[in-house]
């Protein structure tokens, strides 16, 4: 998919922003979905919904600034209608047909005007990770900084943790996740959770020494709650680190609290790696 971005629609600086739309059918149900970087404008993001909405289709799409002021979703009612209540999907078109299919980046060139590349997803990995248990995606650049913003938000700076051990593992983890990102060994992917087992929100696989963030996860902090995302990254990579937890976990609150180290530092606490919600 290639995007030409006239002049007058470029950010200052070639500045940026995420950038989601999601497309409904059928009353509420998403059949398109899409993630790209467009410049920080709101013509940018205007033209590059257009691109997305079918053509003709009445009705107005809702933008809206997330938590992050870099993330901008936009919801619409691809065939027409006002969300929760879209038109229906032309029987011709299939629900789902381009859902998480388009991972490209949609960027100026130069100030001249210029155009931005992208592509519909890697060829290589063309299955759809928000409904097969088995589908790895590579993450995006909106995946990375999601959790980049997860980590700010989140993750306790060592300097704020007064035990001097459990600052050490705090930025053992944190190290090793980040390295593992850099490395291409966490993907976007989601974990057959056993029948009677409470939700997964990543998985670290022995086999391939690689981490999975469940798409669900990605979502939740595109609505601005950053903690599960943030949590998922330290206590994968404590597995990528040779730990386990036999004593398993229990819930308390909002909270899902384990015995085992490391995984206990990230349990509440004035000394945890992590910040309280």
């Not at 060139?109 to 248990?133: A, E, I, K, Y």
């Not at 993450?139 to 007064?162: C, G, M």
Request: charged share 20%; with cysteine.
């Amino acid at each position: 998919m290639n995007v030409v971005f006239p002049r007058a629609e470029l950010a200052p600086g070639g500045v940026t922003r995420a950038f989601t739309y999601r497309g409904y059918a059928n009353g509420a149900t998403l059949v398109r979905n899409a993630e790209c970087t467009v410049p920080a404008t709101r013509g940018a993001m205007e033209r590059i919904t257009r691109t997305f909405i079918r053509e003709g289709a009445p009705g107005e799409p809702t933008m809206q600034v997330m938590a992050d002021p870099w993330v901008v979703v936009v919801t619409a009612c691809q065939n027409g209608g006002t969300y929760p209540s879209c038109e229906d999907q032309p029987t011709d078109i299939p629900v789902m047909e381009n859902d998480c299919a388009f991972y490209g980046t949609c960027s100026p060139t130069s100030p001249s005007g210029g155009g931005g590349g992208g592509g519909g997803g890697n060829p290589s990995m063309s299955c759809d990770p928000n409904v097969d248990p088995t589908c790895n995606q590579l993450l995006s650049d909106h995946d990375k900084q999601l959790i980049k913003n997860a980590i700010a938000a989140f993750v306790r700076p060592k300097a704020e943790i007064s035990d001097s051990a459990t600052a050490e593992m705090c930025e053992q983890l944190l190290n090793t996740f980040n390295s593992m990102v850099t490395s291409g060994e966490v993907f976007k992917g989601k974990y057959d959770t056993p029948s009677g087992t409470r939700d997964h929100y990543g998985a670290w696989d022995e086999g391939s020494g690689t981490i999975h963030i469940e798409p669900k996860t990605l979502v939740l902090a595109l609505s601005g709650d950053y903690y599960e995302l943030a949590a998922t990254a330290l206590h994968e990579a404590g597995h990528e680190l040779g730990y386990r937890h036999p004593l398993g976990s229990h819930q308390v609150g909002n909270y899902l609290i384990y015995m085992d180290y490391p995984f206990d530092l990230l349990n509440p606490g004035e000394n945890s790696c992590l910040k309280s919600r």
